[in-house]
């Protein structure tokens, strides 16, 4: 069974049906890209598998437990992080805070034991700082640990978004237009930011993306939603010439 | 007849809170601030009508001289206090707005001292009987007043320009800039009638208990408060609303469980409109863009 | 690390010890006479009860409104236990202590009951809910019979001084700063920088906002329960809504998010009011116009979000002595 099985996703906001019988299915360790026009629904369906919507209809299965009416914070025991369109961090926290809090559930000491400074909350703290540390190496962050994450160039973070995600320890990792706002350059830095995540970590990537040329460039399998619903799956190679993603992209 | 008695009575209190909670409900709805100072703006309004009255003033210059002195007093809160807060966290302009109604309490306690001055007689209570019911005039008088006023601020509100630009900026600040609506003056214009229609409750309470004192505006700013979150926050429909049912609930709770527990009653049906709908009778769901 | 930890606790402690043996030499010398150790009680009671505050509002991002009622609680509840059980006559210490744990745990259990349907709702509601809930726990008070209602209770034992609360206090503070300090402490402050986020990286916030919103109130029971043992009389109307207004003042004027803030800020707008005579009249006049003019101009408090710390005081020195002038804005305590 597949890591991630998505079947007939619907949700309706009041009157108006924003995704319907959209359907997916992720291996572990594969990467694929959700593109669409503006509105189409793309993060709706983020925000379902996450926890943040509850969908009207259909079925979500994560790693073979159904994680539909499970809070967001639930979902992510469950090994999905996310990243989110409009970054969101810990703007006034250390950028190495920003990691540990992320972290939190791998760390079990409870709060007399953090009270009291027992032994438990020494090591785990150890072992926090040090996951965070090698955490923010891999992406190049480690001087920048202890400035406040406000205070980061904008490449810098959405990485610092990506490597938060990743200190929960998913076995899939949602990525929102991470390449949103970058410019060239650290849109190619990004490319190879995913990849590396991919093979170091050997987690599946769901990419939802505007940017045309960095998801034809990494993603093997890509879903296209128009309207809340699906036009088209298949490899980068399909989906350039399917009629359908050409209409919804570029108009009759 | 004890029954409609009370209820008559809760038609007065209940229409004296209702004005005063147009004012929360306009405020909220174009700048989502609570304005705790409310209240206190409707003490002042009673002080100002006092000092006419004094003066010996007739009675359509006692209103008249209130309500302009206190919605110049609204626009200069607003401009001093809150302005140079509006891209601030909620929070700080919060705490202002606390900070205040706390400040224009203390003030009036230091230039009029804690006191209750007793207002002086400017409309003369003359009971009308109909069968075995008293109804005062005042009640009718201060019922009638607030109706003209909530019917000429509707109008106001859905027909003149000025009113259909308070909508816009209430719905999207930005995007009502760009439409070349005025946003400062379009706020402080809310302010200004927002806050004279809390002088006006402010003169029909001084009128309904005869006397005006430097924390009259607290617990009917609260309650007002409270009625505006009843109805919906930001909707005025709601604010009439809310204002009445808490006039009728109060004087309820007052006539048959106990005067003591009023102010605890009125709270406890705070809580429970918040905890089971939180957008009030009138309000509609929205939830947060992610 | 944790060596780094660990010689920074050492130093705190020991300078703590010095500040005690500091006041106790002053007052044994009269230097501090017994009026001004009253103040100075005063002060160790608005630390504990406006760092309890600064947690919901400058570390759990929400405003709260009715810390009075909090306070209440546990001056009542501390003070009629404390009454009850005076028959076991418990050494005076003792006697305290526990008074002021049940006091303080009745407390957390009301504020758990009032952060329920509180706690779900967003920024300004909370506001008002929780100035609502103040007010019927104090219209409550004022109308039960085991409170005395309106005429106060009297026949309390006066058992704090200035050891004892200042002891008191310095285990709430290290209680807090430890907290904050934790995985737990992360958590809250994760939910005051961004809820979606915090749910997103696995934070159950409904969990840490009750638990922050609890550990809040228990303290401030705590803070109570020192009150009605020092004061000895307790009147419902003492926890209105202007003295929880002072509270926020307090949190507000040191810096939401900053303990040492609230500390230095206790000590400001408690010893003001007494220091000056004619001063206390204008108090609230003062206070609020003092609110203002920090929101508009230095929302952030005196001390912003930092810690003052010895360690960074210590570190800045050598840094001044080696004229290179970094800044002395260490975390730690």
């Known amino acids: ?252 | 007849m004890l029954l409609i008695q009370q209820l008559i009575n809760g038609l007065q209190v209940g229409s004296i809170y209702a004005v005063i909670a147009l004012g929360y409900t306009m405020v909220y709805g174009i700048i989502k601030l609570i304005n705790f100072a409310h209240g206190e703006v409707m003490m002042m309004g009673a002080y100002f009508a006092f000092l006419a009255a004094v003066a010996g003033m007739p009675i359509w210059a006692v209103f008249l001289i209130s309500m302009v002195l206190s919605a110049i007093l609204g626009m200069v809160i607003e401009r001093v206090a809150y302005k140079p807060l509006r891209s601030a966290p909620r929070i700080s302009s919060l705490i202002t707005a606390i900070a205040m109604s706390l400040f224009l309490q203390n003030l009036a306690l230091f230039i009029f001292k804690a006191d209750p001055k007793v207002m002086p007689t400017i409309i003369k209570n003359n009971p009308v009987t109909i069968g075995s019911l008293q109804i005062s005039n005042i009640t009718i008088i201060t019922f009638l007043v607030s109706v003209v006023f909530m019917v000429i601020l509707t109008i106001f509100i859905s027909k003149t320009k000025s009113g259909k630009a308070m909508r816009a900026v209430s719905q999207d600040t930005e995007a009502a800039m760009l439409m070349g609506i005025n946003v400062n003056s379009t706020i402080s214009l809310t302010f200004a009638i927002g806050s004279a229609l809390a002088a006006l409750g402010g003169i029909l309470y001084a009128i309904a208990y005869t006397q005006v004192m430097p924390t009259m505006g607290l617990l009917p700013g609260l309650k007002a408060f409270v009625a505006a979150v009843l109805g919906g926050i930001g909707i005025i429909p709601g604010a009439m609303i809310g204002g009445f049912i808490l006039g009728f609930i109060e004087t309820l709770t007052k006539a048959y469980i106990s005067s003591r527990w009023a102010d605890a009653i009125v709270f406890g049906i705070l809580i429970v409109v918040l905890s089971v709908k939180p957008t009030g009778i009138l309000g509609k769901n929205i939830r947060e863009k992610v | 690390m944790k060596n780094k930890n660990k010689k920074s606790y050492l130093i705190n402690g020991l300078a703590l010890v010095l500040l005690f043996i500091l006041l106790n030499v002053l007052i044994k010398n009269n230097v501090i006479s017994r009026y001004y150790q009253g103040i100075m009680v005063f002060v160790f009671i608005n630390v504990i009860v406006a760092s309890s505050l600064n947690l919901t509002i400058g570390f759990l991002g929400q405003l709260a409104l009715g810390h009075a009622g909090f306070m209440a609680i546990g001056a009542y509840g501390s003070a009629l236990f404390s009454m009850y059980i005076k028959e076991m006559a418990l050494p005076p210490t003792a006697l305290l202590i526990t008074s002021l744990l049940v006091g303080g745990l009745l407390t957390g259990i009301i504020g758990y009951l009032i952060g329920l349907p509180a706690l779900r709702l967003r920024g300004d509601y909370l506001a008002i809910i929780t100035l609502g809930f103040g007010e019927i726990i104090r219209v409550i008070i004022n109308n039960l019979k085991i409170t005395r209602g309106a005429h106060g209770l009297t026949g309390i034992d006066k058992l704090v001084n200035v050891t004892n609360s200042f002891w008191i206090a310095v285990v709430v503070i290290v209680i807090l700063y430890a907290i904050i300090n934790s995985r737990h402490g992360r958590a809250i402050m994760s939910i005051r920088e961004d809820e979606i986020a915090a749910e997103a990286v696995g934070i159950n916030t409904v969990k840490y906002k009750s638990m922050g919103f609890t550990i809040s109130a228990f303290f401030a029971g705590i803070g109570g329960g020192l009150f009605a043992h020092y004061m000895a009389y307790l009147d419902p109307n003492t926890f209105n809504f202007m003295k929880s207004v002072e509270i926020v003042t307090i949190v507000v004027l040191g810096g939401m998010g900053s303990l040492t803030g609230t500390i230095i800020a206790s000590v400001v707008l408690t010893a003001l009011p007494e220091m000056l005579r004619g001063f206390a009249e204008y108090r609230l006049l003062v206070y609020s116009f003092v609110l203002i003019i920090m929101m508009i101009f230095r929302p952030q408090g005196i001390l912003g979000r930092k810690e003052f710390s010895i360690n960074g005081l210590i570190k800045h020195s050598k840094n001044i002595i080696k004229k290179t002038g970094d800044n002395a804005e260490g975390g730690e305590l």
Request: hydrophobic letters at 40%.
């Open chain 1, 1 to 252: 069974m597949a890591l991630l099985e998505v079947k007939d996703l619907k949700i309706k906001f009041g009157g108006l049906t924003a995704v319907d019988e959209f359907s997916i299915s992720i291996e572990k360790n594969e990467l694929v890209g959700l593109i669409g026009p503006n509105g189409a629904g793309k993060t709706t369906v983020f925000n379902m598998l996450t926890g943040v919507y509850l969908p009207t209809s259909g079925t979500i299965t994560l790693d073979g437990q159904d994680i539909v009416g499970k809070r967001p914070y639930d979902i992510v025991s469950y090994g999905a992080a996310r990243t989110f369109q409009n970054i969101r961090l810990f703007k006034d926290l250390t950028v190495i805070d920003n990691v540990k809090i992320a972290y939190h559930k791998q760390m079990k000491y409870n709060m007399i034991e953090g009270i009291f400074r027992l032994p438990s909350y020494w090591k785990e703290e150890k072992i926090a700082n040090d996951y965070a540390i090698e955490l923010l190496d891999i992406f190049d962050m480690k001087p920048y640990a202890d400035s406040l994450a406000k205070n980061l160039p904008y490449g810098k973070q959405r990485k610092l978004e990506i490597a938060r995600a990743l200190a929960t320890g998913p076995k899939i990792l949602m990525l929102d237009e991470p390449a949103a706002g970058m410019n060239p350059q650290e849109t190619k830095e990004l490319m190879e930011t995913i990849d590396l995540i991919r093979n170091k970590f050997n987690i599946a990537i769901l990419l939802i993306e505007h940017d045309m040329s960095l998801v034809m460039g990494i993603c093997e399998k890509i879903t296209v939603i128009d309207y809340g619903k699906i036009i088209c799956v298949g490899n980068p190679e399909q989906i350039k010439c399917d009629p359908n993603v050409i209409k919804a992209y570029l108009g009759e």
